[in-house]
């Protein structure tokens, strides 16, 4: 597989489909990301639109000081805020954080009607637990439970250092653990 510098090089010289190939690399992760920060689809669609506009814009200022992915994920995150920010009010988050077969298309044929009910509540409540911790500690849990990412990826996208990313995930584990254990007893 060609790496993601030499697509960054050819975009930089004017070569748009080497910016597409970009774009179909990385789409997924950056929609997911979008997807379980802001909480629904149409919000997370446009954020992700706006993440490639921004990339594409920026992308002479890419200096090779880290992965494309990690300078992508922080244009992402930023994306992401700014959209949060923008929002009046958490109405707008629809409880997704996480469904995985939903933003890819799984079904589980073995799932009972019982089971998979149980499990949307469950989902529900987690995204509810999840909406009501503060943004950055929202960011860093996306990033290492959803996203994969390690805490120096993570610290690297944050611009923090990897004390900051275990404390802030810390901090989330402690705030969802209160917040959750009403319903798991």
């Not at 019982?114 to 989902?123: C, G, I, M, P, S």
């Not at 805490?151 to 969802?176: D, F, H, M, P």
């Amino acid at each position: 597989m060609i790496p993601d510098d030499v697509y960054v090089h050819k975009t930089v010289e004017g070569d748009a489909e080497a910016f597409n190939e970009l774009v179909n690399r990385h789409h997924s992760k950056i929609y997911g990301l979008a997807y379980r920060m802001l909480g629904n689809r149409e919000d997370a669609a446009d954020a992700t639109q706006e993440t490639f506009l921004e990339a594409y814009k920026s992308i002479k200022a890419f200096r090779f000081q880290s992965q494309f992915g990690t300078w992508l994920y922080r244009i992402g995150i930023n994306t992401c805020q700014q959209h949060i920010r923008k929002s009046q009010s958490h109405d707008h988050k629809v409880t997704a954080y996480t469904r995985e077969a939903e933003i890819n298309g799984i079904a589980s044929d073995e799932d009972s009607p019982e089971r998979a009910t149980l499990k949307d509540e469950q989902n529900e409540m987690v995204q509810s637990a999840i909406n009501w911790l503060p943004p950055k500690q929202r960011e860093v849990v996306t990033l290492y439970y959803m996203q994969h990412l390690k805490y120096r990826e993570i610290a690297e996208v944050l611009n923090c250092s990897e004390g900051t990313v275990a404390s802030r995930l810390n901090q989330a584990l402690k705030n969802l653990k209160r917040k959750l254990s009403k319903y798991y007893l």
